[in-house]
């Protein structure tokens, strides 16, 4: 009678632990890659892009194809084809093109449940990789609806990260995990007679069909639930502009016409495959542009006496949502017609269309022996400013008069003032092509520009912070040459270049940074310790990034009022000055040495001024009230919101497997049945006997 009490307790406590422990059983089922790169959805007025899973996962039998052979072999393969109702396709990342891509969707139809990426190691990179347009951004360019020729100026490109795929797309680039993934699958998909691979990719998001449609969600939950859900964000960070404190013209001066010329580089880049706080690309487009745009903010701030002579502004500007549409220029042709730039003081004239003299943008620059400068329109380009610029750097070739501009911000600048001013773009894009290869790709990184990332130091002499200098220097002599006529040889530290490089390649927590700004402002760095600058897209306002701090402190340093350094101001009296001038920023810091006066030899930190605006970047369609979000006239574009991002493999079982598991399930369940029944029979006959005593 106790052994049958014994028994039935044991039963219980071994039910109640196996219950009580579900998670461990779940990792002994699933064996997860966490550091897989996925893909997104993203939203404007007419579509939806991007890829996603349902809202549990997508699951299915893993099938591994390594080469065309491969390729071609699986989709002959019928037998195959009719084993199992879901397969996750798992790819060489070199098959990942539109022809590739359609076959499998072609043949397999509903039966395509995912598909995961591979790269076997760095070595074995695509030669070619860009999931972009051969047209970038063609759907609001300066050209659109006229009839000059199209120029697919990416030729590699794909198209497909505008394309909408019905099924998540992942990818792993990590050789560790791609011999994980490989031992595997040999040793357990060679027979049917053993349990076969299964893969399951999990990326939901919340977003779908339009912008206006998911605008109106974001609306409806924000109205009537308390715990607000929103979908998806408008895409665009920040537009920072600067420029030299001395040139501020204050209201009732007037500002003279053609006077302002603008300096343009871009901050943003974009990627089909994502993976937080991992390199993004962008190291050719656009980091090496930014980088040689911060290189002249510097020459022309240390040249600022120069300057002064002429009575041109020279504003820098980095615009922040370009890659999708020209979303960021789009922005600040709106505030400049309304009367918003620059946008911090009503007191400040505002800049308009007829205050520009010219634009001057650095674009797509790889480490070539070449580069190319694009202009437009031709009765308006200065020939003399050209020629010298030639002259200066024999790297720089002119494109010949009438070819259109490649992709850049510029075109909207033109587009929305009908080319009332001339436009140069310097590049490494010739008369037909984009010569970086991984253009708008996470393969666009250091490795690029011949930089081992792993070995780089803060003062390490690269050859491409050669290769800036030798393009900075040049330009900006021809620069000064052409506002000053003044024939002046200009030089940089190589240290500074440098510096950036290190900085926005691989650490933003550098010591430019926290020589350059206060200490409170430095912490907020500490975080994006040993990381690069994200050249990905933003979405405003939830994404926290700090390539906008670090430009904007950057590049108000860079330009600071020089002669403001010797002031010999405390801390305190810096922060007086601040509370009182609405038109300049000031900050105490301890200084860049690289960068510091000859004549300034405060050790002790001294008070920089400098003039920093900065205005968010989202398109006009989101600031316009009432604006027809469907319409096309301004871009649109939107993206997603996520939760849980995740990438599993787990054990398919064999057919035999599945029905033996069920046949002892059963004969388990039948024994357990009697024996319960046992117990209970023979628990009620004891309790109905009587006592002894």
């Avoid at 980095?318 to 946008?343: E, H, R, V």
Wanted: charged share 15%.
């Amino acid at each position: 009678m106790h052994l049958l009490f014994l028994l039935a307790s044991l039963y219980l406590q071994n039910v109640f632990v196996f219950c009580s422990q579900p998670k461990r059983v779940v990792d002994q089922m699933y064996i997860s890659f966490d550091h897989a790169r996925y893909c997104v959805r993203r939203l404007n007025g007419t579509h939806e892009i991007g890829c996603q899973s349902a809202i549990r996962g997508n699951s299915g039998r893993m099938f591994m194809i390594d080469n065309d052979e491969e390729f071609n072999s699986y989709l002959n393969d019928n037998k195959t084809m009719n084993s199992f109702n879901a397969f996750i396709i798992v790819l060489n990342v070199n098959l990942f093109d539109s022809n590739h891509i359609d076959r499998l969707m072609k043949r397999l139809d509903t039966k395509l449940n995912g598909l995961l990426l591979y790269l076997k190691s760095k070595s074995a990179r695509p030669l070619d990789f860009s999931p972009d347009d051969q047209c970038p951004n063609h759907r609001n360019s300066f050209y659109l609806n006229q009839t000059t020729e199209t120029i697919n100026w990416n030729r590699h490109g794909t198209g497909l990260f505008f394309r909408s795929f019905p099924f998540p797309i992942m990818l792993i680039e990590g050789e560790d995990d791609y011999q994980r993934l490989l031992k595997f699958y040999q040793q357990f998909n060679n027979s049917q007679s053993t349990p076969a691979c299964g893969l399951e990719l999990k990326t939901f998001q919340s977003a779908a069909h339009t912008t206006k449609t998911c605008m109106r969600r974001n609306d409806i939950s924000h109205s009537i639930i308390d715990f607000q859900e929103t979908f998806c964000d408008p895409i665009g960070g920040l537009n920072i502009y600067s420029k030299l404190p001395q040139s501020i013209t204050i209201v009732p001066d007037q500002r003279p016409l053609k006077s302002v010329i603008l300096i343009l580089a871009s901050t943003d880049s974009f990627q089909m495959f994502l993976e937080t706080k991992r390199p993004t690309g962008g190291s050719q487009q656009p980091a090496t542009a930014l980088i040689t745009f911060l290189a002249l903010a510097h020459l022309i701030g240390q040249e600022q006496d120069e300057l002064k002579k002429q009575n041109k502004e020279i504003i820098f500007v980095t615009l922040d949502g370009d890659a999708m549409d020209y979303s960021a220029s789009y922005k600040f042709m709106f505030d400049m017609k309304n009367g918003d730039f620059p946008l911090g003081n009503k007191n400040e004239q505002p800049i308009e269309t007829k205050h520009i003299h010219s634009i001057i943008e650095f674009q797509s620059l790889s480490m070539n022996s070449e580069l190319w400068l694009h202009s437009y329109p031709s009765k308006l380009i200065d020939q003399k400013f050209i020629d010298s610029l030639i002259k200066n750097n024999r790297k720089i070739n002119k494109i010949p008069i009438g070819t259109p501009l490649p992709p850049a911000s510029s075109q909207i600048f033109l587009q929305q003032t009908s080319s009332s001013f001339p436009a140069y773009i310097l590049a490494s894009i010739n008369q037909s092509q984009i010569l970086n290869h991984y253009y708008h790709s996470f393969f666009d990184d250091s490795s690029t520009l011949s930089i081992n990332i792993s070995t780089l130091e803060y003062n390490t002499t690269t050859q491409v912070s050669q290769w800036i200098k030798q393009i900075v220097e040049p330009f900006a002599q021809t620069l000064i040459e052409w506002l000053v006529d003044v024939n002046k040889t200009v030089h940089i530290k190589q240290e500074i270049i440098n510096n950036l490089v290190y900085c926005i390649l691989k650490n933003m927590n550098c010591p430019l940074i926290h020589n350059v700004t206060n200490q409170s402002v430095g912490n907020t760095f500490q975080p994006f310790d040993q990381t690069s600058m994200p050249f990905s897209i933003n979405t405003y306002p939830t994404s926290i990034t700090p390539t906008f701090p670090f430009i904007q402190y950057v590049l108000g340093y860079f330009l600071r009022d020089r002669s403001f350094d010797l002031q010999n101001l405390t801390e305190t009296s810096c922060k007086k000055r601040a509370d009182n001038d609405s038109f300049c920023s000031y900050t105490f810091v301890d200084g860049y040495l690289p960068s510091r006066n000859s004549n300034n030899t405060l050790s002790s930190g001294y008070c920089v001024r400098s003039y920093l605006r900065s205005v968010q970047s989202i398109s006009p369609a989101f600031i316009i009230p009432n604006y027809d979000l469907s319409k096309t006239e301004y871009p649109t574009w939107t993206e997603s919101r996520w939760t849980t991002i995740s990438l599993r493999l787990f054990l398919i079982p064999t057919r035999t497997h599945e029905i033996v598991t069920f046949i002892i399930g059963m004969m388990l369940t039948v024994i357990s049945f009697f024996f319960l029944c046992f117990l209970r029979y023979y628990t009620k006959v004891s309790l109905l006997q009587p006592s002894s005593s």
